[in-house]
């Protein structure tokens, strides 16, 4: 069997996995389909995921249960204006060894080193903080006295923000925002899915998960679509997209020369294409198309776009803009 022979079979594999994994999940998690779709294509295509949402909308649930499915390690940092930059990491402390009495500085890691870190209300912490957090997330490493201690693979980070309290918060920077491949905003539930939240949420029995994936394999997954293939239309296709948000762009259409003060820099192109890749991989197809980049522009644009003054003044929204520029690009 050759290269391409096994990843067509582990295409395959993946995408019976993916039924398996909302099986097991919707036991816990009732609706938020979109966002556990996200969730899962951040993952394979190893980026980071910055969940935006009102207290009380389960959170917390979806990224712990979306740990246990996935048989993954997962900490939690609640995120407070006292926090410390080695509350993240970790520290060096004096060891005493219980055999030869000696001392030595020892390094006792943070809940960083897990696979999965929910950063729990990210704005509420000091820039100091924050940067800690962000330095493991695109290098991987923690350094401490000295000496670099590697992360566990996979590596994924979901940071909460609450919309409504922005009292005492500190605003992630747009060069830190970037780092996150995703920006998604978690609407509360319908009707009927209140219903079933509350009918399941009230009932003395819990419902008992199953880990569906390892993570040699998760990290065999995000190997895969890295091997994706992509037609050079699609690329370009991205690359323009991206490059029309830019006022200063010639691809730019006057209504963003009029309601955008600054784009999307080139790594908003790689993760439109990344991420297309992860998507076309879980729908079982073996290569992505123009669609796959359009229905992922939004959560990847709107906190790396950002509107001016004549966008507020006529109460037009970033995801607003996005639409209307996919619809110019048709």
């Known amino acids: 069997m050759n290269e391409q022979e096994k990843d067509l079979e582990a295409l395959e594999e993946l995408s019976k996995s993916r039924d398996l994994f909302f099986n097991e999940i919707n036991k816990i998690v009732i609706g938020q389909k979109r966002i556990l779709d996200q969730l899962f294509i951040a993952l394979l295509s190893n980026g980071h995921t910055l969940l935006v949402g009102v207290p009380g909308l389960a959170k917390t649930l979806i990224i712990k249960t ?23 990491t970790g520290t060096e402390l004096i060891d005493l060894d219980q055999e030869t009495g000696q001392r030595s500085f ?3 890691k943070g809940p960083v ?3 999965i870190v929910l950063a729990d209300e990210i704005n509420r912490t000091p820039p100091k903080t924050q940067a800690a957090l962000l330095e493991a997330m695109q290098e991987h490493k923690v350094t401490s006295g000295g000496k670099t201690y590697d992360l566990d693979k996979p590596f994924f980070v979901l940071a909460t923000q609450n919309p409504i309290e922005q009292e005492g918060t500190y605003p992630l920077p747009e060069a830190q925002l970037d780092r996150f491949m995703f920006n998604l905003r978690i609407d509360y539930p319908s009707s009927d899915e209140e219903i079933s939240i509350v009918r399941q949420t009230t009932k003395s029995i819990k419902n008992a998960l199953s880990p569906i994936m390892t993570k040699s394999a998760i990290k065999d997954y995000q190997r895969l679509v890295r091997r994706v293939p992509v037609a050079d239309n699609v690329v370009e296709y991205a690359v323009k997209l991206v490059s029309a948000t830019r006022p200063n762009s010639e691809n730019a ?9 600054w784009g999307a820099g080139p790594r908003a192109s790689q993760f439109l294409i990344l991420g297309s890749k992860a998507k076309a991989v879980l729908d079982g197809r073996p290569t992505p198309n123009i669609e796959d980049i359009n229905s992922l522009a939004i959560p990847i644009l709107r906190h790396r776009v950002l509107t001016n003054f004549n966008a507020e003044t006529e109460g037009l929204k970033v995801e607003d803009i996005i639409l209307q520029l996919i619809q110019k690009m048709k």
């Open 113 to 115: 080193f897990a696979n």
């Open 106 to 108: 020892r390094f006792f």
């Open 66 to 88: 979306f740990s246990e499915v996935l048989d993954m390690t997962f900490k939690r940092i609640q995120f407070t204006p006292d926090l410390m930059p080695s509350d993240i």
């Open 253 to 261: 259409p006057d209504f963003i020369k009029e309601s955008i003060s």
